[in-house]
């Protein structure tokens, strides 16, 4: 289904019930998504999926493709429990599907994730989400620069869950864009008012993620340009991280929404490099201010010297086109030594800290940028 929206889903209600073979449970319609009860020990699969039409028209939690089908719907059993299955199969040449099948363990039952879903979707409508700082330190002063802002969700009874725990059922919620939302709000809030109150703190940046649907949306760059703004941060306090492997999907469209970011002030990461198939050398057609280094290659480098090599590779090239470099991974003083050796501005890594609560976070600001945050490295030859 191309069009979205309320009425977008109603139609796909439609179209699921003309599908039918059996009656209809609960529909639940969310924007363009519908949720459908169905008698799971009568329904004929593979006549539905004949009769619901081809895969351009609508789409079962984004699950049937051109060629394949990987379907997951929730049934109502013969005793009115919810369950979640998962079907297989391959479409032929004449579109019918071959091969439908239910792999080993894909039912099971869905009464709690039911809860689960409902629970983290009025947690962001009230403001359960939060943005905790994981502390990234100059490698050549051993002071605190800037946080990375990740989701946390504090949820009542539970207490503050990692994003481990929740963001897989929240980009199945189509929640993922507004989370993000809501941490960098936090984030840019939280640095305005450290730095009010902590004038030697002026030098800390903050970043937090963003993928490209976010980027390519117009309303978006608007959206945080005025977040900046209100914020009263000045350019390169904020900074946006982008991951690789989201920026090469489509460079072209991304770059005119980074120029206009960059231009309002807001710095721009790229995240995870060396996770993709890009270049730097390319990359430099895109204005991004700093290169973050996946954590596998800083890892690897303890007994792999061909990531060293990587390593010290793009710490080279992406200094020769200005941009700074964070390491991220750190977790001992002889990586953050070698590191330093090789010209790397930054380090973010549980040697230092992982993700602190706000108050925390305050804390660190006042300590960090008076003083070293671990005692300093040898000097370099």
Avoid at 33 to 58: C, K, N, S, V, Y
Avoid at 70 to 82: K, M, S
Avoid at 189 to 218: K, M
Avoid at 282 to 303: C, E, N, S, T
Wanted: hydrophobic content about 45%; charged content about 20%; proline content about 4%.
């Amino acid at each position: 289904m191309t069009e979205t929206g309320f009425e977008a889903g109603v139609r796909a209600a439609g179209a699921v019930a003309f599908a039918c073979d059996t009656d209809i449970g609960e529909v639940r319609l969310t924007g363009d998504a519908a949720a459908f009860g169905l008698e799971a020990a009568t329904m004929d699969w593979q006549a539905f999926l004949d009769r619901l039409g081809p895969a351009d028209q609508i789409r079962l939690s984004d699950a049937i493709a051109q060629d394949h089908v990987d379907l997951r719907i929730r049934l109502i059993g013969a005793g009115g429990q919810l369950s979640y299955v998962r079907l297989l199969g391959r479409r032929n040449g004449s579109g019918r599907v071959e091969g439908l099948m239910t792999p080993a363990g894909a039912t099971r039952d869905l009464a709690g994730r039911i809860g689960e879903e409902h629970a983290l979707a009025n947690g962001v409508d009230n403001g359960e989400v939060l943005a905790w700082y994981q502390p990234i330190i100059a490698l050549d002063t051993g002071r605190l620069a800037g946080f990375e802002a990740l989701a946390r969700w504090d949820r009542p009874g539970v207490g503050v869950l990692a994003p481990d725990d929740f963001l897989v059922m929240a980009g199945e919620l189509d929640l993922l864009n507004r989370i993000s939302t809501k941490v960098r709000g936090h984030a840019a809030a939280d640095l305005s008012s450290w730095r009010v109150a902590h004038p030697t703190a002026h030098n800390i940046f903050i970043s937090a993620n963003a993928t490209v649907s976010e980027l390519v949306d117009p309303a978006f760059v608007t959206g945080l340009l005025k977040v900046v703004s209100d914020a009263k941060l000045p350019p390169g306090a904020f900074k946006l991280e982008i991951a690789e492997t989201e920026i090469m999907q489509d460079p072209d469209m991304a770059a005119a929404a980074m120029q206009r970011l960059n231009g309002g002030g807001v710095s721009l990461a790229l995240d995870d490099f060396g996770t993709g198939y890009s270049s730097l050398a390319r990359l430099d057609m895109l204005p991004f201010d700093v290169v973050k280094i996946d954590r596998y290659f800083i890892r690897a480098m303890a007994g792999d010297e061909a990531a060293g090599t990587v390593v010290k590779s793009v710490i080279q090239l992406a200094t020769h086109f200005g941009m700074k470099v964070v390491a991220e991974g750190i977790e001992n003083a002889a990586a953050a030594e070698r590191l330093a050796a090789m010209g790397c501005q930054y380090a973010q890594g549980y040697r230092y800290a992982g993700a602190l609560a706000p108050d925390a976070a305050e804390k660190a600001v006042v300590e960090g940028v008076s003083g070293r945050f671990l005692p300093p490295l040898p000097a370099q030859a």
